[in-house]
């Protein structure tokens, strides 16, 4: 469980980082329109939303991750 946050006000709605979670831990919010944590114990700690956000809005705490185990 290391995804802390999505900032809103940096997100702009894109879901580049919804498309990119290879766990589907973020979802895109109908009401607000921009990226939400939905499925945090899921998270793999695999910093896909973070590193592929263009805004900067998600934040990963390295100190509160586990390895992450992919498919490649």
Not at 19 to 27: E, K
């Amino acid at each position: 469980m290391a995804i802390q946050f999505v900032d809103g006000a940096l997100c702009d709605g894109c879901g580049i980082c919804v498309q990119g979670c290879p766990m589907d831990v973020l979802r895109m919010d109908a009401e607000s329109g921009q990226a939400k944590i939905t499925y945090l114990p899921d998270c793999q700690t695999c910093y896909v939303c973070e590193e592929d956000c263009p805004r900067d809005a998600i934040y990963v705490a390295p100190e509160m991750g586990r390895p992450a185990i992919l498919p490649y």
